[in-house]
T-cell receptor, first 114, second 114 residues
Framework: GQQLNQSPQSMFIQEGEDVSMNCTSS?????WLWYKQDPGEGPVLLIA?????ELTSNGRLTAQFGITRKDSFLNISASIPSDVGIYFC??????????????FGKGTKLSVIP | DTGVSQDPRHKITKRGQNVTFRCDPI?????LYWYRQTLGQGPEFLTY????????KSRLLSDRFSAERPKGSFSTLEIQRTEQGDSAMYLC????????????FGSGTQLSVL
């Protein structure tokens, strides 16, 4: 089945630094998404990407849909303490009779040192 | 809009017992999804409903699992004869049909099977 590889698995950064994380797949996706999960909560959607090469921003967050459709990147600028959490990439490939499931990566755990 | 609500938040049970979880989606959302998340992993798709129809089931959904959405509103997920391997966070999400990639997750039900 489809698998998403996220890197890095975890990262510790100083407040104010920029952060980059990425996600790669062995299969193509039609849609890439980035979610953030806080402890004890469900994931919250940050950014959705729909076209190869697309670059989309949401405040300090910027994400890109790779041109091969097999990867995506998330950048966070000027990190703040509330950026702490686990960031998941997810891909969707609607195929056949219509499989709408999202395939998630294992997440990148971000820690911000004040 | 009160978001996706899940009940209970936590459930501890003994192996072999049956458990049932409830999910109340965002009221105008006609799609409802169940995902399972284990420690250190991203959410894994279990099943989804469009209104009251269960349209897709993952191979993860063994015969001991059953999900219903009888009136197209709330949903229940039942696990019969629980096993220790069923211990996980069970996440419910909902979406509009036209933006089915944008899942709104609940806070989940954390199941511990002793």
């Amino acid at each position: 089945g489809q698998q998403l590889n996220q890197s890095p698995q975890s990262m510790f950064i100083q407040e104010g630094e920029d952060v980059s994380m990425n996600c790669t797949s062995s299969s193509i996706f039609n849609t890439w998404l980035w979610y953030k999960q806080d402890p004890g909560e469900g994931p919250v959607l940050l950014i959705a990407l729909y076209k190869a090469g697309e670059l989309t921003s949401n405040g300090r967050l910027t994400a890109q849909f790779g041109i091969t459709r097999k990867d995506s990147f998330l950048n966070i600028s000027a990190s703040i303490p509330s950026d702490v959490g686990i960031y998941f990439c997810a891909g969707q490939l609607i195929q056949g009779a219509g499989s709408y499931q999202l395939t998630f990566g294992k997440g990148t755990k971000l820690s911000v040192i004040p | 809009d009160t978001g996706v609500s899940q009940d209970p938040r936590h459930k501890i049970t003994k192996r072999g017992q049956n458990v049932t979880f409830r999910c109340d989606p965002i009221s105008e959302h006609n799609r409802l999804y169940w995902y399972r998340q284990t420690l250190g992993q991203g959410p894994e798709f279990l099943t989804y409903f469009q209104n009251e129809a269960q349209l897709e089931k993952s191979r993860l959904l063994s015969d001991r699992f059953s999900a219903e959405r009888p009136k197209g509103s709330f949903s229940t997920l039942e696990i019969q004869r629980t096993e220790q391997g069923d211990s996980a966070m069970y996440l419910c999400a909902s979406s509009l049909r036209k933006t089915n990639e944008k899942l709104f997750f609940g806070s989940g039900t954390q199941l511990s099977v002793l």
